[in-house]
């Protein structure tokens, strides 16, 4: 039987994880993350892409998990504008 192999990202704060696995054809994101010990409960996506659990893999696809955003993008822009309006 043919073999996939990918990679599942995980960044944190000052750290990335990652895992290199090899798992078979039409093997799925929920798969991967299970073999790699990851949670099943943040978002994620491949290649920048998110897509959902049960989407399939294919060979060399990167998993990546996402983490919540540690500020509001749009919150920072406002600030940023009212320190340049002084």
């Known amino acids: ?13 000052e750290r990335l994880e990652a895992v290199a ?7 799925t994101v929920r ?8 949670p099943l409960d943040q978002p994620v996506g491949i290649y920048g892409r998110r897509v959902a659990l049960d989407a399939r893999l294919a060979e060399g696809d990167r998993v990546e ?3 919540p955003l540690s500020a509001d993008p749009k919150e920072v822009r406002r600030r940023r504008t009212l320190r340049a309006r002084r």
Not at 1 to 13: D, G, P, Q, T, Y
Not at 21 to 27: M, V
Request: hydrophobic share 60%; aromatic share 4%.
């Open 65 to 67: 998990i996402y983490r």
């Open 31 to 38: 798969m991967a993350l299970q073999a790699a010990g990851m």
């Open 1 to 13: 039987m043919a073999r996939l192999r990918i990679e599942v990202v995980r960044a944190h704060a």
């Open 21 to 27: 696995l090899e798992l078979a054809q039409g093997a």
